[in-house]
Every structure is written in structure tokens, then in C-alpha cells.
């Protein structure tokens, strides 16, 4: 999913305001996920191992400038819900 892509990467960094950490090979961290939780689960593992365990590939910062312009859009999209949410109402009865 997002995670491959860099740019997803950012874009979830900039709009959360936080840090986001890419693991290495991000297309079986799901997999890996669950194994972790057997492992905990057969007492291989605690919870407090797991972030030893995984590789972090990238790291990503939240960009100022991108914020703004995140922050500002945010703001029309509150502006153009509130005006249309008995519409959106309306078409979500269908």
C-alpha cells in the first residue's frame, strides 16, 4: 500500500504533523505483524522486543511549508462539508 510509495510517505507526515517511520520492505509488514503477535502469543517474544525487531528503512519529517498548504486546504474542505452535509445526508439514505 502507501507505504511503498515515498511520496505517500510525506504527505502523511506533513498533514500528521509527526514523524512517520518506513519499515524495510513495507509490503510484508502485515505479515510480519501478525507473526510477531503469534510469537508473543507461544511466549517466543514479549510486546516491549518488537520495536528491536524491525528495521526502519526511512524516516520521514513533517515539511512547513507542505503543513500550511495542508492546513489551509483542510479548511475549505471544513467549509465545503458543513455547507453540503444535508446533501451528503440525503445521498447516503439511498
Known amino acids: 500500500g502507501g507505504a511503498q510509495s515515498k511520496l505517500w510517505c510525506q504527505i502523511f507526515a506533513d498533514v500528521l504533523n509527526r514523524e512517520i517511520l518506513r519499515v524495510a520492505h513495507p509490503r510484508q509488514a502485515n505479515a510480519r505483524g501478525a507473526a510477531f503477535i503469534a510469537a508473543v502469543g507461544l ?52
Open 43 to 94: 511466549d517466543r517474544i514479549r510486546f516491549e522486543d518488537i520495536p528491536n525487531l524491525i528495521q526502519i528503512e526511512d524516516r520521514f519529517y513533517s515539511n512547513p511549508d507542505n503543513r500550511d498548504i495542508y492546513d489551509r486546504l483542510y479548511s475549505i474542505f471544513l467549509e465545503i462539508y458543513k455547507k453540503n452535509k444535508k446533501l451528503f445526508h440525503r445521498l447516503n439514505a439511498v
